[in-house]
């Protein structure tokens, strides 16, 4: 409970103030901490309490959001924020703007222990605690037209006669990529019971029968025919692959840091054929992308796997992507390299799926994986046969032969060592899309449990082997 460490007097003294607020709201703080449970799911509540001095915050608040993570961690439970406050309290000074320091460490100390950690942020939420706690959660979300801002509306118009409402709500920041969803509070039992689910690593049965027995290999096909194929328009995309392999999907939206969310990077945390992962995938059917934000947003994703202990899926298919003077501008190749070094580094299991078009640099943050599955007429090159040729021989005209001569079909791959197990078409994906995306989706389901059965520190090793060795293995002619 707040008391008076400044003996601070305005028009009135602050322990009348104090006692006021508590007969208002009934309660003795502006936060309330305690123990829940949702859907079957034990976790510790932080909810803030606008009705006490506009949810402000001082030492006793402050507190309490340190001890709640504190607690969360020793009992090894999720944290479910609900934030609102109106900034620092006034009436307690610089030892009020302190706390803002004690709960962002408290709340990264909680992040570092691998348990997960939501925030629905209210109506509003602003000053010290959206720049601490409010802001470090794994997945954020909003309540629709919540004020969500730095600077409350009122200090705004009299410190700069300015007004920023409209970038400080819920909806503008969800276009930044700033929140993962925007909701209204009556679905947030619900939604939070779904992602709960999915966080606590138990994994749901699948029919065995539905998996591969047999490995298939892939015969010596023109691999020009590939290129094309992979290009059809009424090829399954990833899209398609998620519906078929994937399961009460919480989506992620945008990097987190302003950066926006391009949509051809599709990241969610879901089950896959029952397992409970990270999702990355390439949507050839969104935007003109990837751009440096989708990269970011990947990275993210990453990041989630690795604190949370999930393991990742990533799809590749970079079919009609470009890189733009945008693009390059705001840093593609180092947003790519960062990506790259995330995605290689990760402790916990990874699948690939390369789906169809894999160019160049666009294709490869997604790429390493622990096992790699390939499409029979997915293929994998430096850059489009048609850049080779014009790069080679000043013009088209000889795409067709460089895709052959380039090593980029699943024979080949498979030969180099980068790809471990093709999906085989009958006789292409875009005349059966519903049987493809069940194959792709029962191989998935193969691997994906094969890898965490594994020992990991195996595991581990046998990646960084594989991808410090390629090259080193003599190729089968594709």
Same mark, same amino acid.
């Given at each position: 409970m707040?008391?008076d460490?400044l003996d ?6 602050y322990?009348r103030?104090?006692a ?7 309660t ?28 402000s ?7 309490? !959001? =340190?001890? +709640?993570?504190e %607690?969360a961690?020793?009992l090894? *439970? &999720?944290? @479910? #924020?609900?934030? /609102?406050?109106g ?15 004690? !709960? =962002?460490? +408290?709340?990264? %100390?909680?992040?570092?222990?691998? *348990? &997960?950690? @939501? #925030?629905?942020? /209210? ?18 979300? =909003? ?17 700069q006669?300015?007004?920023l409402e409209?970038?400080?709500?819920a ?8 929140v993962?969803?925007?909701?209204p509070?009556?679905?947030?039992q ?15 049965p ?6 591969p ?9 023109d ?6 194929l ?5 090829r ?19 990097d987190?840091?302003?950066g926006?969310d391009d949509p ?14 990270v ?6 059917d ?12 990947a990275?993210r ?15 590749v ?22 990506c ?5 580094d990760?402790r ?9 078009e894999a160019?160049?640099g666009?294709s490869?943050?997604?790429l ?23 790069i ?5 005209s000889?795409a ?21 197990v093709?999906?085989?078409?009958f006789?292409?994906?875009?005349k ?5 995306v069940?194959?792709?989706?029962a191989f ?11 020992d990991?520190?195996e595991?581990?090793?046998?990646r960084v082997a ?13």
């Amino acid at each position: 409970m707040s008391s008076d460490p400044l003996d601070f007097v305005d028009v009135k003294p602050y322990t009348r103030r104090l006692a006021e607020a508590r007969a208002k709201s009934g309660t003795s703080e502006s936060v309330l901490t305690g123990r829940a449970v949702v859907g079957g799911h034990p976790v510790v509540v932080i909810a803030g309490e606008f009705s006490f001095l506009g949810g402000s915050t001082g030492i006793a608040s402050g507190e309490r !959001t =340190a001890r +709640a993570f504190e %607690r969360a961690a020793d009992l090894s *439970l &999720p944290v @479910i #924020a609900l934030p /609102s406050s109106g900034g620092a309290r006034m009436q307690e000074g610089s030892l009020a703007l302190m706390q803002v320091i004690k !709960t =962002a460490a +408290a709340a990264t %100390r909680f992040r570092r222990a691998g *348990l &997960p950690y @939501i #925030a629905y942020l /209210s109506h509003p939420t602003t000053g010290g605690v959206l720049a601490s706690w409010g802001s470090l959660a794994h997945l954020t979300f =909003a309540m629709p037209g919540a004020l969500i801002g730095l600077m409350g509306p009122r200090v705004m118009s009299l410190a700069q006669g300015a007004s920023l409402e409209v970038i400080q709500r819920a909806e503008h920041l969800l276009a930044r990529g700033l929140v993962d969803g925007i909701f209204p509070p009556e679905e947030l039992q619900a939604r939070l019971a779904r992602l709960l689910s999915t966080l606590d690593h138990s994994v749901d049965p699948y029919p065995l029968d539905a998996s591969p027995t047999e490995e298939f290999v892939p015969g010596r096909k023109d691999a020009w025919e590939s290129v094309n194929l992979s290009r059809n328009p009424d090829r399954p995309g990833a899209r398609a692959l998620i519906e078929a392999c994937a399961t009460d999907l919480t989506v992620i939206h945008g990097d987190a840091l302003g950066g926006g969310d391009d949509p051809s990077c599709f990241a969610a945390i879901g089950r896959v054929t029952g397992v409970p992962a990270v999702i990355l995938a390439q949507d050839r059917d969104a935007g003109p992308g990837p751009s440096p934000a989708a990269f970011r947003k990947a990275r993210r994703g990453v990041r989630l796997a690795d604190e949370l202990g999930l393991p990742l899926v990533t799809v590749v298919d970079t079919s009609r992507a470009e890189v733009t003077a945008e693009a390059e501008a705001g840093g593609l190749a180092a947003e790519i390299a960062r990506c790259l070094g995330e995605v290689t580094d990760l402790r916990t299991p990874t699948v690939s799926v390369l789906l169809g078009e894999a160019r160049g640099g666009l294709s490869l943050p997604l790429l390493p994986a622990d096992r790699v599955i390939c499409a029979e007429n997915a293929w994998l090159g430096p850059i489009a046969p048609e850049g080779a040729s014009a790069i080679l021989y000043r013009d088209k005209s000889h795409a067709h032969e460089l895709a052959r001569a380039q090593g980029v079909s699943p024979l080949a791959l498979l030969g180099f060592g980068i790809i471990d197990v093709v999906v085989p078409e009958f006789p292409s994906a875009d005349k059966e899309p519903r049987e493809f995306v069940e194959r792709v989706t029962a191989f998935i389901a193969t691997q994906l449990r094969s890898l965490v059965a594994q020992d990991s520190g195996e595991r581990l090793a046998a990646r960084v082997a594989r991808y410090r060795g390629i090259g080193e293995v003599t190729a089968r002619d594709g």
